[in-house]
């Protein structure tokens, strides 16, 4: 998890990882905002942008065309769920380096789709779930899915809630545009019959389907790992402003004893200074 | 007498007619200034203050109770799929004032969060010094009332 930890407290307030998301910033602020823009209900983020484009050739996705292949799947369930690359050669906000960095490598995801989200046999880590103490936070989606029926992988089952609801949620201002003003046109029109983005602002070399499993897996894993991030975040926000508080009365405690004795010091200091020289020097030490 | 009547001023810790023998007055501990290192990285202090005003000052920029209390989550209204030919210029108009008005939020509360953030560093700094000070201050209350038993096992109490 090298670059999710962005506002590491202990043992140095800041990590250098904030210095780099300030670097990012504009990229940071932009695409970062656009993220945050997208309320909690929403289920898509276009992702596409932020894809180096010379990333999409052959073998971009690869890994999930070659499901199938045990390597994969122990890959997959590994554990390195997170943030399977620590390097990550493409701009973009910090969060979003881990789950592409496993798709770089990829091949070009096929168009073919079609309009039911069809669950392949994937090897899909369930992500383990934190107690989720924020729930308000939680988008409905997403409790809503955790009640449904076991048998179906956790992710799967997000995976079909996102795919009804898809259409429902295109908002009107999705995902971050390389200008700050959105033009009219927008490309996440979604015809049923399944085609592709044509018109992309900003993008358009690539292609993408998005009612492809491929994609909404990925979008899936996407989204979990955003909350998941930002659940951490939200955390370790509460745990410092708790510090601060806490710390700040220890402070406050420790001042009035530092007073106190000082007061007390200086007390017996005025008393030996006042004693007859003569018999007490010997006693005396340091004190007087 | 003169000796007697000081230690029972200070036996009794209240003050007496006498200026010269009073205890000295109490210091408001919130002045107490224990000399603390603290060098926070210029870069986080970068991220913690506004270009317009001062720099980012840990020491002095205390946090309410108010303002350190977790923000209540409002409600966002759901997002409503709006088709492209209701988005007219009014429409755009609003997104663009309602995606400053984010951005802003957000910058606003990350710079809040990073000056939180570095205040707790100082605070535990701040902290350590103070735990410091008290214990050099009790050391030195021990010797100083061991010279004192000291001396009144010579000369008798005083």
């Known amino acids: 998890m090298e670059q999710a930890n962005l506002y590491e407290v202990a043992p ?9 998301s300030q670097q990012n910033a504009y990229t940071y602020k932009d695409t970062a905002g656009d993220l945050s823009e997208i309320c909690e209900n929403e289920n898509s ?7 180096d484009p010379s990333a999409f050739n052959d073998e971009f996705l690869a890994d999930l065309f070659h499901n199938s292949s045990k390597q994969e799947k122990l890959k997959l369930a590994s554990g390195d769920y997170e943030y399977p ?7 973009g906000p910090p969060q979003m380096y881990g789950c592409l960095n496993a798709y770089m490598d990829s091949s070009k995801l096929e168009p073919i789709y079609d309009s039911q989200a069809r669950m392949r046999p994937v090897a899909i880590k369930q992500e383990p779930r934190e107690e989720d103490e924020l729930g308000h936070s939680m988008p409905p989606t997403y409790h809503h899915s955790q009640h449904h029926a076991p048998h179906l992988s956790y992710l799967q089952h997000q995976i079909a809630h996102c795919a009804q609801t898809t259409m429902h949620l295109q908002p009107g201002h999705p995902t971050p545009p390389p200008t700050p003003v959105p033009s009219p046109h927008h490309q996440h029109s979604h015809l049923p019959g399944g085609s592709m983005k044509m018109g992309d602002r900003g993008k358009s070399k690539k292609q993408i389907d998005k009612n492809s ?8 894993r996407n989204n979990i790992a955003v909350r998941k991030s930002r659940d951490k975040a939200k955390m370790r926000n509460v745990e ?16 009035k004893r530092v007073e106190h004795l000082t007061r007390e010091l200086e007390t017996l200091r005025g008393i030996f200074r006042q004693l007859p020289d003569g018999s007490f020097v010997k006693a005396m030490g340091n004190c007087a | 007498m003169f000796l007697f009547s000081i230690l029972i001023d200070f036996l009794r810790l209240s003050p007496s007619g006498h200026p010269s023998r009073d205890t000295p007055s109490p210091i408001d501990p919130d002045t107490i200034q224990v000399p603390v290192r603290y060098e926070p990285d210029p870069a986080d202090l ?3 203050s506004v270009p317009g005003q001062e720099i980012f000052d840990p020491r002095k920029r205390k946090f309410s109770a108010e303002e350190l209390k977790p923000q209540p989550m409002i409600k966002k209204a759901r997002k409503v799929f709006i ?7 009014r429409y755009w108009a609003r997104r663009r004032k309602n995606n400053i008005a984010a951005k802003r939020s957000r910058d606003a509360r990350r710079l809040k969060e990073n000056q939180i953030a570095i205040r707790a560093g100082f605070l535990e700094k701040e902290n350590a010094a103070l735990r410091q000070e008290v214990a050099d201050l009790r050391k ?15 000369h008798g109490p005083l």
């Open chain 1, 12 to 20: 140095r307030p800041l990590m250098t990882s904030l210095v780099q």
């Open chain 1, 85 to 91: 690359h620590g390097a990550n050669g493409t701009p």
């Open chain 1, 240 to 255: 410092t402003q708790q510090k601060v508080i806490e710390l700040s009365a220890d402070n406050e405690r420790l001042r």
């Open chain 1, 213 to 220: 499993t491929e994609y909404r897996l990925r979008r899936e």
């Open chain 1, 45 to 51: 983020i276009d992702i596409s942008a932020y894809i």
């Open chain 2, 83 to 89: 088709p492209e030919d209701l988005k007219d210029d």
């Open chain 2, 140 to 154: 030195e209350l021990g010797r100083c009332k061991n010279v004192l038993a000291k001396y009144e096992a010579r």
């Open chain 2, 46 to 48: 970068a991220l913690s």
